[in-house]
């Protein structure tokens, strides 16, 4: 059984505030506890109903993500492979969403794995977020190259992570056992884009 949210601890809990020693070159903040599920839907009959539960259509386009609003509230549907796809939505509401989908998707082909405990959430944003992840993360992250829907799975200093590149900030999915590293590493690497005392 899940624990409630208000007696979890996140990966990164008690380090918001070197988290914040970046800013305001590079904002860096931790997004624990969204819901993550994993979705195989190879039998593709099903997709306009999974789509009407998770309030958009699946991406087709290959690392790529969609936005939307359904009735479980904002979600992001990442595009992982030809039939896989994750997504994520509020923290919270796995166990509603994982149950609608299931529904959706009836006796078809298909699954919904609760992958939620999995990962966790990093943001980055600011004047020289890009400049940071470029340290670490083969990917051109250039906006015409990697412009806003931007959705793939990389390295970033050798920790395998999901990136997402919206529109104002990048997020970073990485496995829960990673996080300190990964959040380490970015510390280190932004040393150069520190404010140096006057």
């Not at 309030?55 to 039939?83: I, M, N, Q, R, Y």
């Not at 992570?161 to 990048?170: G, T, Y």
Request: proline letters at 7%.
């Amino acid at each position: 059984m899940t624990a409630d949210i208000a007696t979890r601890r996140s990966p990164l809990d008690g380090w918001t505030s070197r988290l914040a020693e970046l800013a305001p070159a590079v904002r860096l903040a931790e997004r624990p506890f969204v819901s993550q599920l994993t979705l195989r839907l190879p039998d593709s009959s099903r997709a306009a109903a999974v789509s009407t539960v998770l309030g958009v259509e699946l991406p087709s386009a290959p690392c790529t993500f969609a936005k939307g609003t359904g009735p479980h509230g904002p979600v992001e549907v990442c595009w992982l492979g030809p039939d896989e796809y994750l997504v994520l939505a509020q923290p919270g509401l796995q166990r509603t969403l994982e149950s609608a989908l299931r529904a959706a998707i009836g006796d078809a082909h298909g699954a919904v794995v609760d992958v939620s405990a999995q990962r966790t959430t990093l943001t980055l944003s600011g004047p020289n977020a890009r400049d940071l992840l470029a340290h670490g993360c083969a990917v051109d992250l250039h906006p015409s190259v990697s412009p806003t829907g931007t959705c793939v799975q990389t390295l970033l200093a050798q920790a395998g992570i999901i990136l997402l590149v919206r529109e104002a900030e990048f997020v970073v999915l990485v496995r829960a056992s990673f996080a300190t590293y990964l959040a380490a590493w970015l510390l280190d690497a932004g040393t150069e884009y520190r404010e140096q005392p006057t």
